[in-house]
């Protein structure tokens, strides 16, 4: 992988991403539930968590697409594009775990680059999913 001129690398299909770990914490969890207003109780209160069934609050999906666009756009810089985030969720995001993303570039033309995510906790695969990402200027070339 090279360094485009807007600072970010040039994706090739193939090419890995380095891992991101991100600490699960309650406060994370509860923070991304206010911040994409969903006030739905198995986000922030663990008691009504477990009458539903859950051993704790988890994590919500917009907090999770959140971090996976983070993901990319801590790679390929903060002029990188996203164009698209598909994302499938599977075991939930609990308060003391934690969860590592990775990625592959599986497509590459010009400045635009497909990735594949997943992100893994203590229970399984918690996100699978693809991310277009656009580079502008230099990168394509």
Known sequence: MSVSG???PVPRAGDELPPLTVPITRTLIVAGAIASRDYQDVHH??????????P???MNILTTNGLVGRYITD???PD???RKVAIRLGAPNHPGDTMTLTGTVTEA???TAEV??????????H???TVTVCLPGEAAA
């Open 56 to 58: 704790d609050i988890f």
């Open 109 to 111: 033309d010009g400045d």
């Open 80 to 82: 990188a594009l996203l």
């Open 75 to 77: 790679h390929f810089g």
């Open 45 to 54: 209160d663990a008691e009504l968590a477990r009458e539903k069934g859950s």
């Open 116 to 125: 594949r995510v997943v992100g893994v906790n203590g229970l399984g695969q």
């Open 6 to 8: 807007t600072g970010g």
């Open 127 to 129: 996100v699978t999913g």
